[in-house]
């Protein structure tokens, strides 16, 4: 049996006094794919933000247990240091620092923060050769400012990038599907399946079946008007396929 | 409002108002003059200092014009009114006898800079940078002065050149900036107590980077320092400026001049990392920083480049220009302006292009935070004569919470129609996308914010001598953690 990493109970959260989240539940054990899938406006992204600390949501009721502690005490910076990762549906752009420099600051940052070795320039660059290696990104990617000019593509695998320095436990992917063709999904997908750490799970939000091919997901969960009001398996998937969300809603 | 997110503003203010670190007094036995300003004074100033007639004339000259102009109001800046009467004009720190090497200096003097993190015991030193150091109106010691020597570069406090170099010194003491050139460059000229003297023969590259480190101690005295910098045909010289001061709750004044001199073919890169006392957090205290530096690029394929990092005073008015006199000569100028709390900076350049071909390069950065407000204020003058003139300018800013204002104000004066003048500019503001996804990825806020600032300063940093860049780094972090490196 594995052990339980993720718990939300009764999850209420609101944004400019508006309520999002509505006693929301969701339980993620170790080494789990969840797929959450639901209408536009049905708070999905919103969950995400909630879970890795987004200053501008307020949480009215309910608690998050991540790795038996209460995610709502910590800071953001802290909920990565103990493993949660969101891969951004639209990665930032930030002028003037480099991929390298950042790669290197957040890595030390969990590091210094798991009381592990924090590792210089020149270590941090045969460390990152091979996540390099594993991607089949080249060098000079590193040297490019953080996502700075990047296309839609090396944006969100730069975004696969910081997870494998990052080695999370529980990855949350919104929409890493959006703005990718075919064949850039696949390799996406197969990356994350093929780099992600031992153990560790994955929420994965999404509005389309296809990366569901790649990444084969042990729960769906169908999302609507800010909670769950459905859970499945793959078929569930293709009746929505068929179907549309009409009777759900 | 939420919650968290006061928390997330009140983060960012804890990080920008990092205590200032060097707002220590050193208790030495101080000679005084006594305060105000008048013909007496200036005599009995250039008495002191066994000046010869010239300068005793020159100050006499520049006093008059001074009683004549009056303070500028064009800039964007509020300042109380001041009293000149109430200043002392010289201030030094008494010592019985000359000095004749370092070891005779007062040994609190000499702590004070070792505080600063500026060694003046040269066997101690490791940087390849030669010193000179200004504690309130005179020069406390200059290192290197022997390995200078050897090569023919004359590196020394300017009281010293006006005693050892006079002709020199009379040759080209005001004659980029006049005495009267406006209110404050009279004032200095007038009353100027030290500062440095550089003089790069021909066919010399300077072999060490020269640098001045300007301390303001005592509490009533004015400082007025005045450097001048020579670079003879084919010579080049790298020109390293750092000033702190103690934290009164008064203000003080500061009137400097700096005037460059490129001949054919020499190149001049002065750099100034200002940390002058910025007053408290409700704006009370703080240096009153009106400086002007300009510098002449007189001979043809000369260069003279300004680069300053302004983080402190409680007022900035300056505008480090060129005039780009030689033909194919060239002016840069790199800036980054960071105010905080109630500091006011009104801060630019002017490109004055007379000669034909010549270039100028201007790539200002700003960032307000508080209630601060940051101007940038430019001229680029292209002459008559000037034909096939470039300017390239960029001025950005960057806005750190909602009470703090950025203004730009570029004027162009072109008179030549075969110029090409580039002008860009953009301001920004602190985005919590941007933290958000940076403290996602670990990097706490204050972290974040450093690396943010540091990102859109990198222009002008790179710009910074190596043996600056780390310091400039030192006093930026004092007011924004986590640089980058």
């Known amino acids: 049996m594995n052990d339980l990493l993720l718990k939300i109970e009764n999850l209420e959260a609101s944004i400019n006094q508006k309520n999002i989240l509505k006693k929301f539940n969701l339980e993620v054990k170790e080494n789990e794919i969840h797929v959450i899938m639901g209408p536009n406006g049905s708070g999905k992204s919103t969950l995400s933000k909630i879970l890795t600390g987004h200053p501008s949501y307020k949480i009215e009721n309910g608690t998050i247990h991540f790795s038996n502690q209460n995610l709502l005490e910590l800071s953001p910076e802290i909920r990565s240091h103990e493993g949660l990762f969101l891969a951004f549906q639209y990665p930032i752009e930030i002028a003037g620092v480099t991929n390298y420099d950042f790669l290197r600051i957040a890595y030390n940052e969990k590091q210094k923060y798991l009381k592990k070795e924090e590792l210089d320039p020149l270590q941090f660059m045969e460390f990152i050769q091979i996540l390099l290696g594993k991607l089949q990104i080249k060098n000079e990617f590193l040297n490019r400012n953080l996502n700075e000019g990047f296309s839609g593509g090396e944006k969100k695998r730069n975004e696969i990038l910081q997870m494998l320095v990052l080695n999370p436990k529980l990855i949350i992917l919104d929409e890493i599907d959006s703005g990718l063709d075919i064949d850039a999904i696949k390799i996406i997908c197969e990356e994350i399946k093929k780099n992600r750490a031992a153990n560790s799970s994955l929420i994965l939000i999404t509005h389309y079946p296809r990366i569901l091919n790649y990444l084969v997901p042990t729960f769906v969960h169908i999302m609507i008007d800010g909670k769950i009001v459905k859970t499945g398996n793959m078929e569930l998937v293709q009746y929505l396929e068929d179907n549309g969300y009409q009777e759900f809603v | ?485």
Not at chain 2, 87 to 110: A, G, M
Not at chain 2, 168 to 194: C, M
Not at chain 2, 400 to 417: E, F, H, K, Q, V
């Open chain 2, 1 to 485: 409002m939420n919650e968290t997110k006061k928390k997330t503003n009140f983060e960012i203010n804890q990080v920008i108002n990092e205590p200032y670190k060097y707002g220590f007094e050193t208790k030495i036995e101080k000679e005084h003059f006594p305060i105000g300003l008048s013909e007496q004074i200036i005599e009995l100033i250039s008495n002191k200092k066994n000046e010869p007639d010239f300068l005793r004339k020159f100050r006499l000259n520049a006093f008059k014009k001074w009683l004549k102009l009056k303070a500028p109001e064009w800039a964007n800046l509020s300042i109380n009114p001041i009293n000149y009467n109430e200043i002392t004009y010289y201030s030094i720190p008494k010592q019985k006898k000359k000095l004749n090497s370092l070891e005779e200096v007062d040994p609190e003097i000499l702590k004070t800079f070792e505080k600063l993190g500026i060694s003046l015991e040269e066997q101690k030193k490791l940087s390849n940078v030669a010193i000179d150091a200004v504690f309130d109106s005179v020069s406390i010691g200059t290192t290197y002065k022997e390995k200078l020597g050897k090569s023919g570069v004359i590196f020394c406090s300017i009281s010293e050149a006006i005693k050892s170099y006079p002709k020199l010194v009379k040759k080209f003491l005001g004659t980029v900036i006049s005495s009267g050139d406006n209110f404050y460059a009279a004032l200095n000229s007038a009353v100027f107590s030290d500062g440095s003297f550089c003089y790069i023969p021909k066919n010399i590259e300077c072999p060490l980077e020269l640098s001045t480190y300007f301390r303001i101690n005592d509490k009533d005295a004015g400082q007025f320092e005045r450097t001048l910098i020579i670079a003879e045909k084919n010579s080049s010289i790298n020109y390293l400026e750092g000033c702190t001061a103690p934290q009164f709750s008064q203000n003080q004044l500061h009137a400097a001049i700096v005037e460059l001199i490129a001949f054919e073919n020499a190149k001049i890169k002065y750099s100034t990392v200002q940390n002058w006392y910025s007053g408290n957090e409700e704006g009370i205290g703080g240096i009153y920083n009106f400086v002007t530096k300009r510098g002449l690029c007189l001979g043809k394929n000369s260069i003279i480049s300004w680069t300053q990092v302004e983080t402190g005073s409680s007022i900035t008015w300056k505008y480090p220009s060129c005039i780009l006199l030689g033909k194919n000569s060239t002016g840069e100028f790199y800036s980054i302006a960071l105010t905080n709390n109630y500091q006011q900076a009104d801060t630019g350049t002017k490109m004055l292009h007379l000669g034909e071909k010549t270039k100028s390069k201007i790539i200002s950065k700003g960032i307000s935070c508080g209630f601060s407000t940051n101007s940038y204020r430019g001229l680029v003058k292209i002459g008559l004569n000037a034909a096939y003139s470039r300017n390239f300018s960029q001025c950005d800013s960057f806005l750190i919470g909602s009470a703090s204002a950025a203004c730009t104000y570029p004027y162009l004066d072109i008179w030549n129609s075969t110029a090409i003048i580039e002008h860009e500019a953009k301001i920004s503001k602190i985005s919590e996308e941007q933290l958000f996804y940076l403290t996602q990825r670990g990097i706490n806020v204050e972290k974040a914010i450093g690396l943010l600032i540091n990102g859109f300063c990198k222009d002008v940093v790179t710009m910074l001598p190596m043996e600056f860049a780390t310091e400039a780094d030192k006093l930026l972090s004092l007011k924004l953690e986590g640089t980058v490196g």
